[in-house]
């Protein structure tokens, strides 16, 4: 396993994330949930107490985190627990914002929660639509991007390659695929106009290769399981995406019927958070992006082991595809 952070210890970072969260009348009970599942399985703090843990203010934490990357990451973490406050309070975004400055952090998601507060629901949804049509093209499927292409009309050429996947072998990536679909019950990339097809076919990809369902927990898990597999903004901006769609609840895609909250707090969410980010920091390579049509002829066990995607710990758990 990749030890997340660089020139530090889990334990370190775990009190820099406890005094970024210890704002208002102290932590929640889901922030303290998710901190105790990241710090356990991710950060690798074996036999963690969090009551014994001296929380780390941000002159503090920025004087051990003095690597970018490991700056970056922290931030990253610290934005997840924000999410898992309800309500959000402005004592929890100026705390954020002031780690980020300590850190030499920044990026959009300071923008989102800061509207959340000084705009309401509706300013925040509003930044958020802006922020997603800026980076969903870039969590396309990188063989079907292409220039002029009508994103208002369905794609049948692209329906067709899909279905092609039928005529591969029953243990091929493209036959799991397949039955992704078959499973979910969602229609496949290509019969509704494109905007999100290329994303689709990208991220459902990853959901088969990774092995992880499609249920709100299960979403925020993938995410966070990327983010582990590789850093990068874009992996970022998916574990973003799915706390503001499932957890924050100001973003409402058009695929789910309501916003979702408080989605952490359900029984096994946090745990499978901190599981599925120790398994994504288990392989070898980021394989979201990759040409999945080149892979869909492989087997899918071949694919993953090229990728170093391990087995969940209990596959059965209802929240996995394995």
């Given at each position: 396993?990749t ?6 210890d889990g ?20 922030q ?41 990451r ?40 800061r509207?959340l507060i ?6 925040a ?9 800026g ?7 990188p063989?079907l991007v ?15 390659r899909?279905h ?5 072998d ?7 695929f397949?039955?992704f679909?078959?499973r979910?019950?969602l229609n ?20 088969v ?10 979403e ?8 582990a597999?590789?850093d990068?903004d874009?992996?970022?901006?998916a574990?973003?995406?799915s706390?503001?769609i499932h ?6 895609p058009?695929s ?12 096994g969410a946090?745990?499978?958070l901190?599981r599925?980010?120790a ?35 209990n596959?059965?758990d209802?929240?996995?595809i394995?």
């Amino acid at each position: 396993m990749t030890k997340p952070f660089t020139h530090v210890d889990g334990t370190t970072v775990v009190g820099g994330l406890l005094g970024g969260i210890t704002v208002a009348d102290g932590p929640t009970d889901e922030q303290l949930a998710v901190l105790q599942a990241v710090g356990s399985h991710y950060l690798g703090c074996d036999d963690l107490d969090l009551s014994k843990v001296a929380p780390l203010g941000p002159a503090d934490i920025a004087d051990v985190l003095r690597d970018h990357h490991d700056a970056r990451r922290f931030h990253q973490l610290h934005v997840a627990l924000e999410a898992a406050r309800h309500p959000q309070a402005p004592a929890q975004v100026d705390a954020v914002e002031r780690y980020a400055d300590a850190l030499g952090v920044s990026g959009a998601d300071l923008q989102l929660f800061r509207s959340l507060i000084d705009e309401g629901l509706d300013g925040a949804a509003r930044d958020y639509r802006r922020f997603v049509q800026g980076e969903t093209p870039l969590r396309a499927e990188p063989t079907l991007v292409r220039e002029g292409q009508d994103l208002t009309a369905p794609e049948p050429e692209l329906v067709e390659r899909l279905h092609a996947f039928a005529d591969l072998d029953e243990d091929s990536l493209g036959r799991a695929f397949l039955r992704f679909y078959e499973r979910t019950g969602l229609n496949l990339p290509g019969n509704d106009p494109a905007l999100m097809n290329h994303f689709y076919v990208a991220h459902d990809m990853t959901h088969v290769i990774a092995g992880i369902g499609t249920s709100a927990p299960s979403e925020i898990s993938l995410s966070g399981f990327m983010l582990a597999m590789e850093d990068n903004d874009i992996n970022f901006s998916a574990l973003l995406s799915s706390l503001i769609i499932h957890e924050a609840g100001f973003g409402q895609p058009t695929s789910i019927k309501a916003a979702e909250t408080e989605t952490l707090t359900r029984p096994g969410a946090p745990e499978l958070l901190g599981r599925e980010m120790a398994r994504g920091a288990k392989c070898t390579a980021d394989f979201s992006l990759v040409d999945h049509f080149a892979l869909a002829p492989l087997p899918l066990a071949e694919v993953r082991a090229k990728f170093g995607v391990v087995a969940p710990d209990n596959p059965e758990d209802g929240f996995h595809i394995w």
